[in-house]
């Protein structure tokens, strides 16, 4: 290595095999490469799991019986017998200069091995009283070899591939003094990590591996950890300001007439984050390039306003909106909503006498009779209708418009590249119609910005005023469900009405959920005999639904068993009781999105949580149902219990580059990288100028891997 060399990049590091460094022969090289440690830099990113503390050990003189400690110690002794049933005790004789504490092992003849005389660990367990003397029984055990400093970084390793965590600390140690005669190229720009006050990468790398003290081990993970998220950042802002450069759009204006009136005959005043979203849309809509974004609001938080609001702005200007709907229940049920709220505006029509004609929204679902829907198909080719309701079908080839606008899509969270290709179809000659894409099961914020980081996110953030709030009850005991049933006769009786939902709809999955069709029979003849109590669920074919749902709209039936076929977008405002059978089996989301299906009107509602989960984390979700109302909070608790492997998906995350970064933990800096990603791409979008955090892209991201982010 001659001295003037440039710095070392990561690109470098990954081409250096691990067995040149010294100490790392054939057989550690292939115990490596089991972990996937390959190159020098898999190395310097294989991060310590955690931290030990010297300075915070406890010395074996005043170890207190029945506490837990760490104790850093050298072994004395060893020695194992056999006990019952073949059975092996390995006791240790353990001492720190202050006093001796023994260990025993049932069962893990390699311990003997492992623990020979004069080793060094840490170990961490109950201190017992065992015939006079403190023992710890099965302790946790970490062998820290002869390493010295006061912070000890303990790694991932493998007992069983010879790979210790000393090991793995001495090539490390070897990798970082390699580095150090060339240094580590730094390719994050100098005014980003002064504004951060970020430490260079060498001191990171130095810093994560062999910090001196925690504080110092804080500030390493702070830059590495910003370092992925950028990444991150940058190839999805990156491919996001592709598309918008590459696919032209529709120029809308949104100042025409039609919006204006219809905001004028709303009942009620937007609210500030309608308003928001609105103006956040609307910098979109007039851009020359298709708007995608996506709306995240809490159940009755207002959508449906906004989304009518995107449609109208395309009608006013001579084009079609299209609101697509997951099922034809939902469809029915905008529909009715929508043509309620623009029922006698008009759209000009030079061709008619007036130069005006009726505003027209059309439903499009399987339950349309043939010559209608070819009516309808064919008035949306040639642009009398001006606004379409329906399923997926929607976009399907039959569906021909005249000229497609603006798509409005809800409650649907992904909306695949396929999908947008062939909107892009249904758009005047090469412009793509504009997206939103809607939805009640808000994720934070942050892993809204990764998982789907080539969307803009708004957020309605608040609620209409006058809304009366839900109360929410879990029903555990037998004694407790009773009370829910005896709740609805009393609530009948008043004149208010009830859903019951039910996990599925039979009984072919496992004997303890419950069959909406028994749950049904057994309410109706039991605990609600006398009351009208309706089914609906996914086998019942659709002309049946739509009347079941009509009846129960229009006060006929009393109480709609269900399965979660009403989980969205159903509004009843007479309904103020929501019981969910068997809950814990529910994820929170889901929970939450049923009981939004009350609450809607003036009446006092209440939500039941029925059943005694099976599992810790059924109890904590009604638990934190039974504490929150607020959707965003509850997606918060739930990135907790699940872990964010389930939002982002195990394999993306580990393929993601977020080795160190946590979507939870980080949430602040998942927003700086974000905004320093657009920083630099409006000024370099194909980062020419910033080649160094190109390349790392290109390493660290391949290309399917970053599709894989894009399309979740
Ligand atoms: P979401 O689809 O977000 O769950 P909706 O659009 O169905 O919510 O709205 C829920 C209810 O709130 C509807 O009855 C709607 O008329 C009413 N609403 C919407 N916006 C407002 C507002 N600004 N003020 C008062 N009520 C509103
Ligand atoms: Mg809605």
């Not at 934070?444 to 109360?471: K, N």
């Not at 009948?492 to 709809?505: D, H």
Request: with cysteine.
């Amino acid at each position: 290595m001659a001295v003037g060399d440039p710095p070392l990049t990561l690109g470098d590091l990954s081409e250096i095999p691990v067995g040149r460094l010294r100490g790392v022969g054939d057989k550690k090289s292939k115990a490596l490469a089991g972990q996937e440690i390959v190159s020098v830099l898999d190395l310097l990113q294989h991060y310590p799991r955690r931290y030990l503390d010297r300075t915070r050990q406890a010395r074996i003189e005043e170890l207190e019986v029945g506490e837990e400690a760490t104790v850093l110690g050298e072994v004395r002794r060893v020695s194992s017998r056999r006990i019952r049933n073949r059975r092996t005790l390995t006791n240790v004789e353990f001492g720190d200069g202050t006093g001796r504490l023994s260990l025993t092992f049932f069962n893990q003849p390699w311990r003997e091995r492992q623990l020979s005389e004069g080793t060094q660990a840490i170990v961490y367990g109950k201190v017992e009283l065992y015939r006079g003397r403190r023992q710890m029984s099965n302790p946790v055990v970490d062998l820290v070899g002869n390493r010295t400093g006061r912070i000890i970084p303990v790694y991932p390793q493998s007992q069983r591939a010879g790979l210790h965590t000393w090991d793995l600390a001495s090539f490390i140690d070897e990798a970082l003094a390699r580095c150090r005669a060339r240094g580590l190229a730094d390719p994050v720009p100098g005014r980003v990590l002064d504004h951060f006050d970020f430490i260079d990468r060498q001191a990171a790398f130095n810093g994560i591996h062999h910090p001196e003290s925690m504080p110092e081990q804080a500030e390493a993970r702070r830059r590495l950890v910003f370092d992925e998220l950028l990444r991150v950042q940058l190839e999805l802002v990156r491919r996001k300001r592709r598309i918008e450069r590459e696919t032209a759009g529709v120029v809308h204006r949104v100042d025409g007439p039609l919006v204006e009136a219809f905001h004028q005959r709303l009942p009620f005043a937007l609210t500030g984050a309608q308003l928001r979203t609105i103006d956040e849309m609307y910098s979109d809509m007039v851009l020359p390039r298709p708007m995608h974004r996506l709306l995240q609001g809490d159940v009755g938080s207002g959508k449906t306003v906004v989304a009518v609001t995107a449609l109208l702005v395309a009608v006013q200007g001579g084009m079609q909106g299209a609101l697509m709907v997951p099922t034809e229940v939902l469809a029915e049920q905008h529909h009715l909503a929508v043509t309620g709220m623009l029922a006698d505006l008009s759209v000009a029509d030079p061709s008619s006498l007036m130069g005006e004609r009726p505003l027209r929204v059309e439903l499009l679902v399987s339950r349309v009779g043939t010559a209608d829907r070819r009516r309808i198909l064919a008035d949306l080719a040639t642009g009398r209708v001006d606004i379409v309701i329906g399923t997926h079908a929607l976009i399907q080839d039959r569906v021909e418009y005249r000229s497609l606008g603006m798509v409005v899509i809800d409650e649907q969270h992904r909306f695949g590249v396929e999908q947008r290709a062939a909107l892009r179809e249904k758009g005047e000659t090469g412009a793509a119609p504009d997206v939103l894409v809607m939805t009640a099961t808000p994720i934070p914020r942050t892993a809204a910005m990764t998982v789907y980081g080539d969307l803009d996110v708004s957020v309605l953030d608040e609620l209409p005023p006058g809304r009366t709030p839900i109360d929410t009850i879990w029903a555990r005991t037998d004694l407790e469900e009773v009370a829910v049933w005896a709740d609805i006769r009393e609530s009948v009786a008043e004149g208010r009405q009830a859903y019951v939902v039910c996990p599925l709809i039979d009984e072919s999955e496992s004997l303890d959920v419950r069959s909406a069709e028994e749950t049904h029979a057994r309410l109706a003849g039991e605990e609600l005999a006398g009351l009208r109590v309706g089914l609906l669920h996914g086998r019942v074919a659709p002309d049946d639904k739509e009347e079941t749902m009509s009846d129960f709209r229009e006060g006929r039936i009393d109480v709609l068993v269900a399965t979660t076929v009403i989980e969205v977008g159903v509004d009843v405002p007479n309904a103020t009781i929501m019981v969910v059978l068997d809950a814990g089996r529910f994820g929170m989301a889901q929970l939450h999105q049923l009981r939004g299906r009350v609450g809607r009107g003036t009446h006092a509602s209440r939500c039941y949580l029925v059943g005694d989960p099976a599992t810790p984390d059924g109890a904590a979700r009604i638990d934190a149902l039974v504490a929150s109302t607020d959707g965003f909070h509850l997606a918060e608790v739930d990135l907790g219990l699940r872990g964010e492997g389930t939002i982002m998906g195990e394999r993306q995350k580990g393929r993601s580059d977020l080795k160190l970064a946590s979507l939870r933990r980080d949430r602040e800096w998942v927003e700086s990288a974000r905004s320093v990603a657009f920083e630099i791409i409006d000024s370099d979008p194909e980062l020419d100028d910033h080649p160094g955090l190109r390349d790392e892209i290109d390493l660290l991201l391949a290309e399917d891997e970053a599709d894989f982010l894009m399309k979740g």
